[in-house]
Nanobody, 116 residues
Framework: QVQLVESGGGLVQPGGSLRLSCLASGFTFSNVVMSWYRQAPGKEREFVAWITTAGGSTFYADSVKGRFTISTDNAKNTVFLQMNSLKSEDTAVYYC?????????WGKGTQVTVSS
């Protein structure tokens, strides 16, 4: 069964940091594009960052560039999102996505709340 499970969300103060994890199972982690998206209340889901498991190329949304870092541990089938200098506008449910050829898989999300 193909599955993505996110973890690491929580409540953090502005300026703080969190690291999200996404554990993949049920498929080979090689040659996959892994992405993070987020959806704030009342807004559409938006792209945050992607990484290729073969080669490690990355790309970020302008809103998170310089603050967030996406990475993988291919041996553990896991993708991470290190989030630093968090702002209130980063509050959202964060989703992991895997694209393998024509197949797209989403996780169920993890809540990140940035508030004092």
């Amino acid at each position: 069964q193909v599955q993505l499970v996110e973890s690491g969300g929580g409540l953090v103060q502005p300026g703080g940091s969190l690291r999200l994890s996404c554990l993949a199972s049920g498929f080979t982690f090689s040659n996959v594009v892994m992405s993070w998206y987020r959806q704030a209340p009342g807004k559409e889901r938006e792209f945050v960052a992607w990484i290729t498991t073969a080669g490690g190329s990355t790309f970020y949304a302008d809103s998170v560039k310089g603050r967030f870092t996406i990475s993988t541990d291919n041996a553990k089938n896991t993708v991470f999102l290190q989030m630093n200098s968090l702002k209130s506008e980063d509050t959202a449910v964060y989703y992991c996505r895997a694209v393998r050829g024509p197949s797209v898989t989403w996780g169920k999300g993890t809540q990140v709340t940035v508030s004092s």
